[in-house]
């Protein structure tokens, strides 16, 4: 596992009429961060609708949730390992598809 570079999560989104903020959830290193933007979305841009937009902000806000997720995959089985390696292996991915399609349902919902 890696110690990522990035801010901590949580990160949570809040809107305004004008932005949409992505905002870190946690206090750091002795520095109040709580609340603070990591990213901000300008509504209002005729390339995006604003959907789209919140879908964006969705996606960003998960970054640190996929960083964790994706750090703790292991590599994948080798043609040595034995059955029972074989058999955990494949809950775990089971249980890491299932992780996925949860962020993913998440990313992509409209709420």
């Known amino acids: 596992m890696t110690t990522p570079a990035h801010t901590p999560g949580p990160w949570k989104i809040t809107e305004s009429p004008s ?3 992505i905002r ?5 290193d002795n520095h109040i961060r709580d609340g603070a933007p990591v990213a ?5 841009h005729p390339s995006f609708t604003t959907e789209e937009q919140r879908t964006n902000a969705r996606l960003i806000a998960a970054a640190p949730e996929m960083h964790t997720l994706l750090d703790h995959l292991d590599p994948p089985l080798s043609h040595d390992d034995d059955c029972d390696s074989r058999m955990n292996r494949a809950c775990e991915c089971s249980c890491y ?4 399609n949860a962020l993913l349902t998440w990313i992509d919902s409209t709420g």
């Open 19 to 21: 932005s949409i903020f």
């Open 24 to 28: 870190c959830g946690r206090r750091t």
């Open 40 to 44: 901000v979305i300008h509504k209002g």
């Open 97 to 100: 598809r299932a992780t996925i």
